[in-house]
């Protein structure tokens, strides 16, 4: 059967990555780079998609990786090169600005601006400004859409906000994985694409570790970001040039 997944060749054999690492590769691969630079497990990697190689930036180990069966890259990179995270597309927020907690900034949000083609629960990637150019917090919000479920998504907890003041006015915009590919069931693979890493303090790029506590804090500042459980607690940050 064709490989649903991002692979490593391991004694000869291609293995199927973890569903964490799988995500962190897939998100990286859409966004259209030949490069990308993570940390898992306390390891740093840098991953080469035109060579297919992944390297231990610790040991200098290198193993062969392929991407899922007919997978391509888009034709040109779809954010600007640099730091990034990954989001739900919140309900009703399609052709609208939204504001995010910073990840490496307590108490500091991002403004994105949403395309007016988003669907709910698709994945966005969200470029990382620096952090003095983040926007300030929201004086108000409105409430986030309740999930089908009943709950709250992540992605739903995001604060939908119009007329957002940011710190010299700069928003960044949010672009959606995958929209290069069209065929059938590829809206869900990404959504799930889109779905919170449950490790996601170790994701953090160029070995910036205290930047999953950031996310964590953040989360806790913003209130709704954190949808229930520990495990649901912001999302990696991976380095694309």
Known sequence: MPAAAFQVKLGGEWKNYSADEDKILKRAYLAGFP???????????????????????????????????????????????????????????????IQ?????????????NVPAGAKP????????????AAGAAPAAAAAPAPAASGGMST??????AGG???VGGLAVAGALLGEHI????????MADLGDVAETAGEHIVDGAETAGEAIGDAAGDA??????????????IMDLF
């Open 164 to 166: 957002v003041v940011a």
């Open 100 to 112: 995010v907690p910073h990840p490496r900034a307590k108490g500091q949000f991002i403004t994105v």
């Open 223 to 236: 209130g709704d970001w954190i949808a229930g459980a520990a495990d649901d607690v912001g999302d990696f």
């Open 35 to 97: 490069n990308a630079r993570y940390t898992l497990r306390k390891q740093k990697y840098e991953v080469d998609f035109k060579g297919m190689h992944q390297k231990n930036l610790a040991s200098g180990k290198s193993r062969d990786i392929r991407p899922p069966f007919k997978w391509s890259q888009p034709a040109k990179p779809i954010v600007e090169a640099g730091p990034t995270f990954c989001i739900k597309v919140p309900p009703g927020s399609a052709g609208t600005a």
């Open 182 to 189: 069209a065929e059938e069931g590829w809206d869900a693979t």
């Open 121 to 132: 629960g698709q994945a966005m990637l969200v470029p990382v400004p620096p952090v003095e």
């Open 155 to 160: 992605g739903a907890k995001v604060a939908v």
